[in-house]
Protein backbone atom coordinates (compact mmCIF):
# COMPACT_ATOMS: atom_id res chain seq x y z
CA UNK A 1 0.00 0.00 0.00
CA UNK A 2 2.42 2.50 1.43
CA UNK A 3 4.63 1.21 -2.08
CA UNK A 4 1.89 2.56 -4.40
CA UNK A 5 2.32 5.91 -5.47
CA UNK A 6 -1.72 6.38 -5.00
CA UNK A 7 -1.22 6.51 -1.43
CA UNK A 8 -0.22 9.76 -1.50
CA UNK A 9 -3.14 11.32 -3.43
CA UNK A 10 -5.47 9.29 -0.51
CA UNK A 11 -3.64 10.90 2.02
CA UNK A 12 -3.98 14.24 0.26
CA UNK A 13 -7.58 13.45 -0.58
CA UNK A 14 -8.40 12.82 3.61
CA UNK A 15 -6.85 16.01 4.68
CA UNK A 16 -8.48 17.82 2.02
CA UNK A 17 -11.82 16.23 3.44
CA UNK A 18 -10.79 17.37 7.40
CA UNK A 19 -9.53 20.71 6.48
CA UNK A 20 -13.04 21.10 4.07
CA UNK A 21 -14.79 19.90 7.61
CA UNK A 22 -13.52 22.24 9.83
CA UNK A 23 -13.90 24.99 7.55
CA UNK A 24 -17.51 24.18 7.00
CA UNK A 25 -18.93 24.26 10.25
CA UNK A 26 -22.33 23.98 9.40
CA UNK A 27 -21.84 20.25 8.24
CA UNK A 28 -23.07 17.77 10.34
CA UNK A 29 -19.74 16.23 11.94
CA UNK A 30 -20.05 12.81 10.45
CA UNK A 31 -22.96 11.07 8.56
CA UNK A 32 -24.80 9.83 11.78
CA UNK A 33 -27.16 12.36 11.62
CA UNK A 34 -30.66 11.19 10.28
CA UNK A 35 -29.05 9.27 7.15
CA UNK A 36 -26.15 7.05 6.91
CA UNK A 37 -23.79 7.57 3.94
CA UNK A 38 -21.55 4.86 2.29
CA UNK A 39 -19.44 4.51 -1.33
CA UNK A 40 -20.36 0.97 -2.49
CA UNK A 41 -19.04 -1.08 -5.33
CA UNK A 42 -21.68 -3.61 -7.51
CA UNK A 43 -17.67 -6.01 -8.05
CA UNK A 44 -14.76 -6.66 -5.46
CA UNK A 45 -12.24 -5.82 -8.19
CA UNK A 46 -12.22 -3.76 -11.57
CA UNK A 47 -12.10 -4.68 -15.10
CA UNK A 48 -10.15 -3.01 -17.63
CA UNK A 49 -12.00 -1.95 -20.13
CA UNK A 50 -15.25 -2.61 -18.54
CA UNK A 51 -18.16 0.46 -17.51
CA UNK A 52 -19.03 -0.96 -13.67
CA UNK A 53 -21.42 -0.06 -11.18
CA UNK A 54 -20.23 1.98 -7.99
CA UNK A 55 -23.02 3.40 -5.85
CA UNK A 56 -24.07 5.81 -2.65
CA UNK A 57 -25.89 3.93 -0.42
CA UNK A 58 -28.07 6.09 1.47
CA UNK A 59 -29.95 4.59 4.36
CA UNK A 60 -32.58 7.45 6.03
CA UNK A 61 -33.98 7.28 9.64
CA UNK A 62 -37.74 6.74 9.53
CA UNK A 63 -39.64 10.87 8.17
CA UNK A 64 -36.02 11.73 7.01
CA UNK A 65 -34.98 12.34 3.27
CA UNK A 66 -32.48 13.25 1.11
CA UNK A 67 -33.00 14.79 -2.97
CA UNK A 68 -33.38 14.24 -6.70
CA UNK A 69 -31.93 16.00 -8.92
CA UNK A 70 -34.94 18.40 -9.23
CA UNK A 71 -35.15 18.85 -4.99
CA UNK A 72 -38.85 20.61 -5.58
CA UNK A 73 -39.84 23.69 -3.69
CA UNK A 74 -36.96 23.37 -1.68
CA UNK A 75 -33.98 21.14 -0.60
CA UNK A 76 -30.79 20.74 -2.07
CA UNK A 77 -29.97 17.21 -5.09
CA UNK A 78 -26.94 15.37 -3.49
CA UNK A 79 -23.76 16.44 -5.03
CA UNK A 80 -20.45 14.11 -5.69
CA UNK A 81 -17.04 14.89 -6.64
CA UNK A 82 -14.74 12.47 -7.69
CA UNK A 83 -11.33 11.68 -6.92
CA UNK A 84 -9.98 8.93 -9.57
CA UNK A 85 -6.88 7.19 -10.47
CA UNK A 86 -6.09 8.04 -14.18
CA UNK A 87 -8.08 7.49 -16.90
CA UNK A 88 -11.04 6.26 -15.06
CA UNK A 89 -14.03 8.49 -15.50
CA UNK A 90 -17.18 8.49 -13.51
CA UNK A 91 -20.52 9.31 -15.32
CA UNK A 92 -23.28 11.58 -13.66
CA UNK A 93 -25.46 9.99 -10.88
CA UNK A 94 -28.49 7.68 -12.85
CA UNK A 95 -30.90 8.98 -10.47
CA UNK A 96 -33.93 6.59 -9.40
CA UNK A 97 -37.10 7.32 -9.95
CA UNK A 98 -38.05 9.83 -6.52
CA UNK A 99 -40.90 10.16 -3.93
CA UNK A 100 -43.21 12.83 -3.66
CA UNK A 101 -43.16 14.30 -0.54
CA UNK A 102 -45.86 16.96 0.61
CA UNK A 103 -44.70 19.57 3.57
CA UNK A 104 -47.38 21.46 4.55
CA UNK A 105 -48.32 22.10 1.15
CA UNK A 106 -45.16 22.73 -0.78
CA UNK A 107 -43.18 19.93 -2.52
CA UNK A 108 -40.22 17.95 -2.52
CA UNK A 109 -38.76 14.81 -4.86
CA UNK A 110 -36.30 12.79 -3.13
CA UNK A 111 -35.29 9.41 -1.01
CA UNK A 112 -36.41 7.87 1.99
CA UNK A 113 -35.76 4.33 3.74
CA UNK A 114 -32.68 2.67 1.92
CA UNK A 115 -31.71 4.13 -1.35
CA UNK A 116 -28.69 3.83 -4.20
CA UNK A 117 -27.45 6.44 -5.89
CA UNK A 118 -25.96 4.66 -8.94
CA UNK A 119 -22.83 6.10 -10.77
CA UNK A 120 -20.91 3.84 -13.58
CA UNK A 121 -17.47 4.17 -13.81
CA UNK A 122 -15.21 3.49 -16.58
CA UNK A 123 -12.32 1.50 -16.76
CA UNK A 124 -9.24 2.14 -19.17
CA UNK A 125 -8.41 -1.06 -21.37
CA UNK A 126 -4.75 -0.14 -20.20
CA UNK A 127 -5.39 -0.71 -16.19
CA UNK A 128 -2.79 -2.58 -15.11
CA UNK A 129 -4.11 -6.10 -13.24
CA UNK A 130 -2.70 -6.55 -10.29
CA UNK A 131 -2.44 -2.73 -9.31
CA UNK A 132 -5.05 -1.12 -6.91
CA UNK A 133 -7.31 1.82 -7.84
CA UNK A 134 -8.16 4.39 -5.17
CA UNK A 135 -11.31 5.92 -5.76
CA UNK A 136 -12.21 8.55 -3.61
CA UNK A 137 -15.85 10.62 -3.47
CA UNK A 138 -16.98 14.20 -1.69
CA UNK A 139 -20.64 13.37 -0.79
CA UNK A 140 -22.55 16.48 -0.19
CA UNK A 141 -26.24 16.19 0.86
CA UNK A 142 -28.94 17.84 2.98
CA UNK A 143 -31.33 15.77 4.69
CA UNK A 144 -34.68 17.26 6.06
CA UNK A 145 -37.64 15.90 8.19
CA UNK A 146 -39.35 19.62 8.28
CA UNK A 147 -35.94 20.82 9.48
CA UNK A 148 -32.75 20.25 7.50
CA UNK A 149 -29.51 19.10 8.24
CA UNK A 150 -26.84 19.72 5.41
CA UNK A 151 -24.48 16.47 5.51
CA UNK A 152 -21.02 15.92 3.71
CA UNK A 153 -18.49 12.87 3.92
CA UNK A 154 -15.41 12.16 1.68
CA UNK A 155 -15.40 8.22 1.20
CA UNK A 156 -12.88 5.84 0.04
CA UNK A 157 -12.43 2.39 -2.10
CA UNK A 158 -9.41 0.61 -2.90
CA UNK A 159 -10.77 -1.82 -5.81
CA UNK A 160 -8.01 -4.34 -7.22
CA UNK A 161 -7.71 -4.37 -11.12
CA UNK A 162 -8.49 -7.93 -12.04
CA UNK A 163 -6.70 -9.74 -14.46
CA UNK A 164 -8.40 -11.25 -17.62
CA UNK A 165 -8.03 -14.71 -16.04
CA UNK A 166 -10.10 -13.87 -12.73
CA UNK A 167 -12.62 -11.45 -13.86
CA UNK A 168 -14.59 -9.21 -10.80
CA UNK A 169 -17.01 -10.88 -8.88
CA UNK A 170 -20.27 -9.14 -7.47
CA UNK A 171 -19.46 -8.33 -3.40
CA UNK A 172 -21.96 -10.32 -1.63
CA UNK A 173 -22.96 -7.76 0.68
CA UNK A 174 -23.94 -5.30 -1.94
CA UNK A 175 -25.95 -7.79 -4.22
CA UNK A 176 -29.34 -6.81 -2.89
CA UNK A 177 -28.88 -3.55 -3.51
CA UNK A 178 -27.55 -3.35 -6.70
CA UNK A 179 -30.67 -5.69 -7.82
CA UNK A 180 -32.59 -2.69 -6.21
CA UNK A 181 -30.91 0.48 -7.49
CA UNK A 182 -32.20 -1.69 -11.36
CA UNK A 183 -35.37 -1.46 -10.04
CA UNK A 184 -35.48 2.13 -9.08
CA UNK A 185 -34.34 2.84 -12.22
CA UNK A 186 -36.73 4.88 -14.24
CA UNK A 187 -36.95 2.23 -17.44
CA UNK A 188 -36.71 4.37 -21.10
CA UNK A 189 -39.87 3.77 -23.06
CA UNK A 190 -40.47 3.84 -27.04
CA UNK A 191 -43.19 7.02 -26.61
CA UNK A 192 -43.76 9.64 -28.61
CA UNK A 193 -44.18 12.66 -26.26
CA UNK A 194 -45.36 16.30 -27.17
CA UNK A 195 -45.35 19.45 -25.63
CA UNK A 196 -47.36 21.80 -25.82
CA UNK A 197 -46.99 25.39 -23.50
CA UNK A 198 -50.44 27.12 -23.21
CA UNK A 199 -51.00 30.42 -21.10
CA UNK A 200 -49.59 29.17 -17.77
CA UNK A 201 -49.76 25.51 -18.74
CA UNK A 202 -47.20 23.08 -19.67
CA UNK A 203 -49.45 19.82 -21.19
CA UNK A 204 -47.27 16.93 -22.19
CA UNK A 205 -49.27 14.33 -24.71
CA UNK A 206 -47.91 10.82 -24.42
CA UNK A 207 -48.50 8.06 -27.47
CA UNK A 208 -46.80 4.63 -27.65
CA UNK A 209 -46.87 0.89 -26.25
CA UNK A 210 -48.17 0.12 -22.74
CA UNK A 211 -48.57 3.37 -21.51
CA UNK A 212 -49.85 3.10 -17.68
CA UNK A 213 -53.06 3.91 -16.63
CA UNK A 214 -53.70 7.04 -15.11
CA UNK A 215 -54.85 5.60 -11.71
CA UNK A 216 -52.00 6.36 -8.88
CA UNK A 217 -49.56 7.88 -11.67
CA UNK A 218 -47.44 10.61 -10.77
CA UNK A 219 -44.65 12.97 -12.97
CA UNK A 220 -42.03 14.52 -12.13
CA UNK A 221 -39.75 16.79 -14.49
CA UNK A 222 -36.15 17.11 -14.44
CA UNK A 223 -35.08 20.09 -15.11
CA UNK A 224 -36.18 22.84 -12.68
CA UNK A 225 -37.86 26.30 -13.00
CA UNK A 226 -39.87 24.48 -15.76
CA UNK A 227 -43.24 23.06 -14.47
CA UNK A 228 -44.88 24.06 -10.56
CA UNK A 229 -43.83 21.45 -8.13
CA UNK A 230 -47.67 20.25 -7.49
CA UNK A 231 -49.20 16.84 -8.49
CA UNK A 232 -50.03 17.44 -12.37
CA UNK A 233 -53.07 16.30 -13.52
CA UNK A 234 -53.12 13.19 -15.64
CA UNK A 235 -55.72 10.96 -17.65
CA UNK A 236 -56.34 9.46 -20.73
CA UNK A 237 -57.49 10.92 -23.75
CA UNK A 238 -58.22 8.19 -26.56
CA UNK A 239 -54.70 6.46 -27.24
CA UNK A 240 -52.74 9.37 -24.88
CA UNK A 241 -51.86 10.25 -21.84
CA UNK A 242 -52.32 13.71 -20.98
CA UNK A 243 -49.79 15.28 -17.98
CA UNK A 244 -50.86 18.50 -17.25
CA UNK A 245 -48.88 20.51 -15.19
CA UNK A 246 -49.07 24.26 -13.94
CA UNK A 247 -45.97 26.39 -15.66
CA UNK A 248 -43.60 27.26 -12.93
CA UNK A 249 -43.66 30.81 -11.36
CA UNK A 250 -39.58 30.95 -12.14
CA UNK A 251 -40.33 29.63 -15.80
CA UNK A 252 -37.38 31.63 -17.72
CA UNK A 253 -35.81 30.34 -20.98
CA UNK A 254 -37.74 27.11 -21.76
CA UNK A 255 -34.78 24.29 -22.79
CA UNK A 256 -34.69 22.16 -25.67
CA UNK A 257 -36.16 19.11 -24.10
CA UNK A 258 -37.00 18.70 -20.90
CA UNK A 259 -36.78 14.59 -18.77
CA UNK A 260 -39.99 13.17 -17.83
CA UNK A 261 -40.04 10.58 -15.06
CA UNK A 262 -43.30 8.82 -14.11
CA UNK A 263 -44.19 6.40 -11.68
CA UNK A 264 -46.84 4.49 -10.30
CA UNK A 265 -47.21 2.22 -7.25
CA UNK A 266 -47.95 -1.80 -7.69
CA UNK A 267 -48.73 -4.70 -5.45
CA UNK A 268 -44.62 -5.39 -6.83
CA UNK A 269 -43.35 -2.12 -5.37
CA UNK A 270 -43.24 0.94 -7.44
CA UNK A 271 -43.48 1.02 -11.18
CA UNK A 272 -40.94 4.19 -13.08
CA UNK A 273 -40.99 5.11 -16.62
CA UNK A 274 -38.28 8.23 -18.44
CA UNK A 275 -39.37 9.97 -21.46
CA UNK A 276 -37.49 12.93 -22.91
CA UNK A 277 -40.14 15.73 -24.30
CA UNK A 278 -39.13 18.28 -26.85
CA UNK A 279 -40.07 21.75 -25.77
CA UNK A 280 -42.51 23.43 -27.85
CA UNK A 281 -44.09 26.85 -27.09
CA UNK A 282 -47.34 25.41 -29.92
CA UNK A 283 -48.35 21.82 -29.98
CA UNK A 284 -46.94 19.45 -32.57
CA UNK A 285 -49.08 16.08 -32.53
CA UNK B 1 -75.96 28.47 -17.74
CA UNK B 2 -76.47 25.55 -16.04
CA UNK B 3 -73.47 23.83 -17.88
CA UNK B 4 -71.62 26.85 -17.76
CA UNK B 5 -71.85 26.53 -14.10
CA UNK B 6 -71.17 22.89 -13.84
CA UNK B 7 -68.13 23.46 -15.71
CA UNK B 8 -66.80 26.27 -13.92
CA UNK B 9 -67.30 23.93 -10.71
CA UNK B 10 -65.48 20.70 -12.30
CA UNK B 11 -62.72 22.87 -12.99
CA UNK B 12 -62.41 24.02 -9.63
CA UNK B 13 -62.73 20.48 -7.63
CA UNK B 14 -59.84 19.61 -10.26
CA UNK B 15 -57.71 22.20 -9.48
CA UNK B 16 -55.27 22.17 -6.72
CA UNK B 17 -55.87 24.32 -4.67
CA UNK B 18 -53.87 27.32 -5.09
CA UNK B 19 -52.56 30.88 -3.91
CA UNK B 20 -52.26 33.63 -6.58
CA UNK B 21 -49.06 33.78 -6.79
CA UNK B 22 -47.68 37.79 -7.00
CA UNK B 23 -46.47 38.42 -10.65
CA UNK B 24 -43.21 40.19 -11.15
CA UNK B 25 -44.46 43.94 -12.95
CA UNK B 26 -47.90 43.89 -10.92
CA UNK B 27 -49.18 45.47 -7.75
CA UNK B 28 -47.34 43.76 -4.67
CA UNK B 29 -50.43 42.05 -2.16
CA UNK B 30 -50.54 44.48 0.88
CA UNK B 31 -50.46 43.29 4.33
CA UNK B 32 -51.06 44.03 8.16
CA UNK B 33 -48.98 41.93 10.12
CA UNK B 34 -47.55 42.68 13.94
CA UNK B 35 -43.66 43.21 14.27
CA UNK B 36 -41.63 41.57 16.92
CA UNK B 37 -42.07 44.89 18.89
CA UNK B 38 -46.22 44.51 18.83
CA UNK B 39 -46.07 47.42 16.09
CA UNK B 40 -48.46 46.69 12.94
CA UNK B 41 -46.75 46.68 9.49
CA UNK B 42 -48.49 47.08 6.02
CA UNK B 43 -46.55 47.55 2.89
CA UNK B 44 -49.05 50.35 2.00
CA UNK B 45 -47.58 52.65 5.19
CA UNK B 46 -44.06 52.36 3.08
CA UNK B 47 -45.50 53.56 -0.36
CA UNK B 48 -43.14 55.80 -2.00
CA UNK B 49 -39.87 53.61 -0.83
CA UNK B 50 -38.53 50.37 -2.19
CA UNK B 51 -39.45 47.54 0.28
CA UNK B 52 -37.27 44.11 0.52
CA UNK B 53 -39.41 41.10 1.63
CA UNK B 54 -36.76 38.64 3.25
CA UNK B 55 -38.72 34.93 4.73
CA UNK B 56 -36.36 33.93 7.51
CA UNK B 57 -36.30 31.29 9.71
CA UNK B 58 -33.35 31.28 12.13
CA UNK B 59 -32.76 27.41 12.29
CA UNK B 60 -32.48 26.93 8.56
CA UNK B 61 -28.90 25.99 7.31
CA UNK B 62 -29.59 28.39 4.19
CA UNK B 63 -30.72 30.95 6.56
CA UNK B 64 -27.16 30.21 8.50
CA UNK B 65 -25.23 30.03 5.63
CA UNK B 66 -26.11 33.63 4.80
CA UNK B 67 -26.54 34.91 8.49
CA UNK B 68 -23.31 33.19 9.52
CA UNK B 69 -21.19 34.94 6.70
CA UNK B 70 -22.70 38.32 7.02
CA UNK B 71 -24.08 38.09 3.53
CA UNK B 72 -27.35 39.46 4.94
CA UNK B 73 -26.96 41.97 7.68
CA UNK B 74 -24.61 43.69 5.06
CA UNK B 75 -27.10 43.81 2.34
CA UNK B 76 -29.48 45.11 5.30
CA UNK B 77 -27.38 47.92 6.14
CA UNK B 78 -26.65 48.87 2.66
CA UNK B 79 -29.68 49.07 1.88
CA UNK B 80 -30.74 51.31 4.80
CA UNK B 81 -28.40 53.45 4.19
CA UNK B 82 -30.14 53.83 1.18
CA UNK B 83 -33.64 54.56 2.55
CA UNK B 84 -34.84 51.13 1.47
CA UNK B 85 -36.95 49.59 3.76
CA UNK B 86 -36.31 45.95 4.99
CA UNK B 87 -39.01 43.72 6.13
CA UNK B 88 -37.68 40.04 7.06
CA UNK B 89 -40.94 37.37 7.47
CA UNK B 90 -41.37 34.65 9.60
CA UNK B 91 -43.95 32.18 8.55
CA UNK B 92 -43.17 29.21 10.97
CA UNK B 93 -46.42 28.54 12.74
CA UNK B 94 -46.90 28.10 16.44
CA UNK B 95 -44.81 24.05 17.14
CA UNK B 96 -42.79 24.43 13.67
CA UNK B 97 -39.05 24.45 13.81
CA UNK B 98 -38.07 28.42 13.41
CA UNK B 99 -41.07 29.56 15.36
CA UNK B 100 -40.35 33.26 17.04
CA UNK B 101 -42.14 35.07 19.56
CA UNK B 102 -41.70 39.01 19.96
CA UNK B 103 -39.17 38.21 22.78
CA UNK B 104 -37.57 35.36 20.59
CA UNK B 105 -37.26 37.63 17.55
CA UNK B 106 -35.32 40.20 19.33
CA UNK B 107 -32.89 37.66 20.82
CA UNK B 108 -32.48 36.48 17.57
CA UNK B 109 -31.71 39.83 16.03
CA UNK B 110 -29.64 40.94 18.86
CA UNK B 111 -27.30 37.78 18.29
CA UNK B 112 -26.80 38.04 14.76
CA UNK B 113 -27.05 41.28 14.74
CA UNK B 114 -30.02 41.79 12.42
CA UNK B 115 -30.18 45.39 10.45
CA UNK B 116 -33.84 44.79 9.05
CA UNK B 117 -35.96 47.59 9.30
CA UNK B 118 -38.51 45.84 11.38
CA UNK B 119 -38.97 41.56 11.60
CA UNK B 120 -42.37 40.14 10.89
CA UNK B 121 -44.31 37.53 12.96
CA UNK B 122 -46.70 35.50 10.24
CA UNK B 123 -47.32 32.74 12.36
CA UNK B 124 -50.68 32.37 10.41
CA UNK B 125 -49.21 32.36 7.10
CA UNK B 126 -51.13 34.88 5.77
CA UNK B 127 -48.05 37.19 4.48
CA UNK B 128 -46.19 33.86 3.03
CA UNK B 129 -49.52 32.86 1.28
CA UNK B 130 -49.93 35.91 -0.35
CA UNK B 131 -46.40 35.94 -1.86
CA UNK B 132 -46.49 32.40 -1.79
CA UNK B 133 -43.54 32.08 -0.05
CA UNK B 134 -41.74 28.62 -0.51
CA UNK B 135 -37.87 28.22 1.15
CA UNK B 136 -36.00 30.25 3.77
CA UNK B 137 -34.64 32.56 2.26
CA UNK B 138 -36.99 34.22 -0.21
CA UNK B 139 -36.47 37.63 -1.31
CA UNK B 140 -39.33 39.77 -2.73
CA UNK B 141 -38.27 43.88 -3.76
CA UNK B 142 -41.18 46.09 -4.40
CA UNK B 143 -40.36 49.27 -5.72
CA UNK B 144 -41.90 52.94 -4.49
CA UNK B 145 -45.10 51.97 -6.68
CA UNK B 146 -45.42 49.08 -4.77
CA UNK B 147 -45.36 47.28 -8.05
CA UNK B 148 -42.92 43.89 -7.77
CA UNK B 149 -39.67 43.90 -9.05
CA UNK B 150 -37.91 40.33 -7.97
CA UNK B 151 -38.96 37.49 -6.77
CA UNK B 152 -36.89 34.71 -6.24
CA UNK B 153 -33.55 33.76 -4.75
CA UNK B 154 -30.97 35.69 -2.86
CA UNK B 155 -28.32 34.88 -4.88
CA UNK B 156 -27.66 32.70 -7.83
CA UNK B 157 -25.53 29.19 -6.55
CA UNK B 158 -27.96 27.11 -4.52
CA UNK B 159 -25.82 25.79 -1.32
CA UNK B 160 -25.09 25.93 2.21
CA UNK B 161 -21.83 26.51 1.60
CA UNK B 162 -20.75 30.33 3.19
CA UNK B 163 -17.86 29.59 0.27
CA UNK B 164 -20.12 30.15 -2.62
CA UNK B 165 -21.38 33.34 -1.89
CA UNK B 166 -18.17 35.41 -3.43
CA UNK B 167 -18.96 33.91 -6.47
CA UNK B 168 -22.98 34.25 -6.19
CA UNK B 169 -24.47 37.10 -8.21
CA UNK B 170 -26.32 38.52 -5.21
CA UNK B 171 -29.81 39.53 -6.63
CA UNK B 172 -31.00 41.27 -4.52
CA UNK B 173 -28.20 44.08 -4.12
CA UNK B 174 -28.28 43.97 -7.83
CA UNK B 175 -32.57 44.44 -8.13
CA UNK B 176 -32.00 47.24 -5.20
CA UNK B 177 -28.85 49.17 -7.61
CA UNK B 178 -30.89 48.74 -11.01
CA UNK B 179 -34.22 50.56 -9.69
CA UNK B 180 -31.66 53.41 -7.56
CA UNK B 181 -30.78 53.83 -11.21
CA UNK B 182 -33.80 53.65 -12.99
CA UNK B 183 -33.25 50.65 -14.59
CA UNK B 184 -34.98 47.47 -15.73
CA UNK B 185 -34.52 44.97 -12.95
CA UNK B 186 -32.28 42.73 -15.34
CA UNK B 187 -32.96 39.20 -13.28
CA UNK B 188 -36.06 40.08 -12.03
CA UNK B 189 -36.73 36.22 -10.97
CA UNK B 190 -35.28 33.56 -9.77
CA UNK B 191 -35.58 30.03 -8.14
CA UNK B 192 -35.35 30.36 -4.75
CA UNK B 193 -33.34 28.12 -2.71
CA UNK B 194 -33.42 27.17 0.87
CA UNK B 195 -35.61 24.64 3.49
CA UNK B 196 -39.47 25.05 3.02
CA UNK B 197 -41.51 27.78 4.74
CA UNK B 198 -42.49 25.94 8.03
CA UNK B 199 -46.34 26.91 7.65
CA UNK B 200 -49.28 25.23 9.71
CA UNK B 201 -51.44 23.08 8.82
Redesign the interface.
Known amino acids: MTRNPRARSFAFATIAGLIGAIAAPLYAADDGDHVSVELISEHTALAPGQSQQLGILLRHEPHWHTYWINPGDSGLPTTLAWTLPPGVKAQEIAWPMPKRFDVGGLYNFGYDGEAVLPVAVSVPADAAPGSKAHIAVDAKWLVCREECIPGRKTMTLDLPVAPPTDPPKPDGRWTMQFSRARLAEPQATAWKATNAADGDRIVVTLRGPSLPAADGLDAFVAERKLVDNKPPRIKHEGDALIVDFAKSEYFGTPPESFDLVLTQPSAAGVRGWRVQVPFAAKAAP | MTLRITLIAAALA?A?P?VA?PVVGKAAPDFSVTDANGKTQSLSAYKGKTVVLEWNNP????V??HY?AKNMQEQQAAAASQGVVWLTVNSAATG??GHLDGAGANAYLAKVGGKETAYLLDGDGKVGHAY?A??TPHMYVIDKDGVLRYM?GIDSI??????DIPKATQYVRQALAEIKDGKAVSVP?????????????
Open positions: FVAAECPFGKGKQDKTGASTDKETSEPYGCSVKYGS
